[in-house]
């Protein structure tokens, strides 16, 4: 299977400042450092590692909403790494985010309707209103939200809710590809399985290819196909995801994987027979 | 728990009410508790359950004129809710302390770690700044601060998440609390510093002999470090339990909710994860009966009236739980549950037919 994105040899370093008025150069944080993927269609590759990894950056470096200091990204086969203007604009359509923050990624003053209508509005689609309402309801109905809640705001929304419109509005161009920045990660347990549940269904449904950047390894554990470890901007583990956490190879991965708390449910004996 | 004479603390039929423009909202409605020294009690509970406004009464934090707060709160005998603000401020800190979520915004941004420290440690006691300052470095030692003795200069944004942490409970544990309350002491970390700082806790409840409440709405969190958990729903404490019998035998179908909506690391890939359906209810106009039948799978027609009390479950006074359902139904129940049935086959399994639409 060709994969859908490739990275090859990617670099990103942000400079670190010093200084409020006249920023002085102080030296240069390799975010991401060197990293090698790909992801095939319909495939769900799995980011994790600690706080300041890195694997947030190469998210955004995937779908281009950073630009990489060096290295190349593929999509559908072709370079795209120097994609400008109207080229970058079509790639968006077929590559989506899903964001952390349901309530920092919605615009407060914007009804829900509006906001998963404003992917058309940016891309000139659907310009007949009647069209647009349609479609923005039949997303709104497609993520488990009740469509006739259009004209409401974010803040008359649980977080799941919020994050049900974020997931809303991203699937609404159609992408091929969804890469979604730990997105349960604000949400109480009971709705973090809602979101998982409407993900994989979404997935399955649409035939998605996913980047599921997560810390939480059990939720990674449940989605992913691939998972890729990160530490320090760079890969150190990458595997199939019963391997993974089957047999982690990587001295990081082992730490990462005993730091979990465990349920001892059944007083210890698990149910992993059935 | 057995509800000795010597409980450290005793919270008696707690309800706490926040009066605000569209009604009163019942953050608590009669929550009660006991613990001994040198115990951790376990609060778990999605948002808005009540876990911290729980936390927060205790420590008097949650007065005002907006308030209205019934029951009891007993710290060695000593009652809380009626004691004076001068009283309080004698309390907080030397007899009960909180460490809270986000050290970053508990800190002050302009003061250095040691300042900090050694004002909580002269707000209690009369002692001058070079003692105060060395009975900061020592705290710092205390929670394993590496390097403190150049830390203690430190200002917070130069130590990382799980150092401002460690800082944060030093600071707590500056005058010798008899009860340290976590209010979600590590949710703002990653997974390896939270472990380091849940073992840290665990022992320090130890070599200290405190009393120690942890609330989280992380199920594993609670697991790894407290004696008895309490789950919280709408107010309420609705199952409470020794941790490996709540875990062992949940009772509650809240818990089981709580359980089998959780990803596990030893369940079997496949295994789907089952929501709970629904959403935390209104606290201003809570469901009639059990509140929480109408997220319920196994509500009955008779749980949308009758209000089911906590009550020891048959055969294990140290378990109770707040449900209309017959301890032999829910037995059943959960085995199926545990064995990764849906609700739907748990239900027809254990003989309950599905309750006709309301």
């Known amino acids: 299977m060709t994969p859908l994105v490739e990275v090859d040899r990617l670099v990103k370093r942000f400079p670190l400042t010093r200084g409020v008025v006249f920023q002085r150069r102080v030296g240069v944080v390799s975010a991401v450092d060197d990293v090698t993927l790909a992801v095939a269609e319909g495939e769900t590759l799995g980011l994790v590692g600690e706080t300041g990894c890195g694997k947030s950056t190469l998210g955004r470096l995937m779908i281009q909403l950073l630009e990489p200091t060096s290295g190349t990204i593929r999509f559908d086969g072709e370079d795209v790494t120097t994609a400008r203007g109207a080229r970058l604009q079509g790639l968006r359509r077929e590559r989506q985010m899903v964001f952390q923050d349901p309530s920092g990624s919605l615009n407060p003053r914007r009804t829900i309707g509006a906001i998963v209508a404003e992917p058309f509005a940016i891309h000139g689609l659907l310009r007949d209103r009647d069209e647009r309402r349609a479609r923005v309801q039949e997303l709104l109905e497609q993520v488990g939200l009740n469509p006739e809640h259009y004209n409401r705001y974010p803040h008359e929304f649980s977080g799941g809710q919020r994050q049900r419109v974020g997931i809303a509005r991203a699937i609404a161009l159609g992408p091929r590809l969804l890469v979604a920045d730990e997105p349960v990660s604000a949400l109480d347990v009971s709705i973090q399985a809602q979101i998982v549940a409407l993900l994989r269904d979404l997935r399955d449904r649409l035939g998605l290819t996913l980047v599921l950047i997560s810390h939480d390894l059990a939720v990674v554990r449940h989605l992913c196909d691939r998972v890729a470890v990160m530490r320090a901007g760079a890969i150190v583990e990458l595997a199939p995801v019963d391997e993974l956490f089957e047999a982690p190879q990587h001295p990081y991965t082992c730490e990462l994987l005993a730091a979990i708390p465990r349920l001892p449910i059944g007083g210890g004996q698990s149910s992993s027979s059935t | ?358």
């Open chain 2, 1 to 358: 728990m057995s509800a000795g004479a010597e409980a450290l603390l005793r919270v008696e039929e707690l309800r706490v009410g926040f009066a605000t423009g569209d009604g009163v909202v019942q953050a608590l409605d009669g929550v009660s508790f006991a613990l001994e020294r040198g115990r951790t009690l376990g609060i778990v509970g999605e948002s808005g359950s009540g876990k911290s406004v729980a936390a927060l009464t205790v420590m008097g934090l949650t007065r005002g004129r907006r308030t209205h707060v019934e029951g009891q709160v007993l710290l060695d005998g000593e009652e809380l809710l009626g004691a004076t603000a001068e009283r309080l401020r004698a309390l907080r800190g030397e007899a009960v302390a909180m460490v809270f979520q986000d050290p970053l915004s508990a800190l002050h941004p302009f003061y250095r770690i040691g300042a900090q420290l050694s004002e909580a440690v002269r707000a209690h006691r009369d002692v001058d700044r070079a003692a105060a300052r060395r009975r900061a470095l020592e705290l710092l030692e205390l929670v394993r601060l590496p390097e403190a003795s150049q830390r203690i200069d430190a200002y917070p944004h130069e130590l990382s998440g799980g150092m401002r942490q460690r800082a944060m409970i030093a600071m707590a544990l500056a005058n010798e609390p008899r009860l340290l309350i976590a209010d979600e002491p590590t949710t703002a970390l990653d997974v390896t510093v939270q472990a380091q700082i849940l073992a840290l806790l665990r022992t320090l409840r130890d070599e200290l002999g405190m009393a120690m409440i942890l609330i989280s709405h992380d199920l594993g969190v609670v697991a790894e470090a407290a004696d008895e958990i309490a789950v919280m729903y709408a107010g309420r404490i609705v199952e409470q339990a020794p941790t490996q019998r709540l875990f062992a035998a949940p009772q509650h179908p809240y818990t089981w909710g709580l359980l089998t909506s959780t990803p596990r690391l030893d369940a079997p890939r496949g295994a789907a994860l089952v929501p709970i359906p629904g959403r935390p209810p209104s606290l201003i106009h809570p469901p009639s009966g059990c509140r929480f039948h109408p997220r319920c799978p196994y509500a009955r027609e008779e749980h949308r009236r009758v209000d089911p009390p906590l009550a020891p479950v048959p055969g294990t006074p140290a378990q109770q739980v707040a449900c209309l359902l017959p301890a032999d139904v829910r037995g059943a129940l959960w085995r199926r549950l545990a064995a990764g049935a849906t609700p739907d086959e748990a239900r027809s399994a254990a003989g309950l037919a599905p309750e006709p639409a309301a």
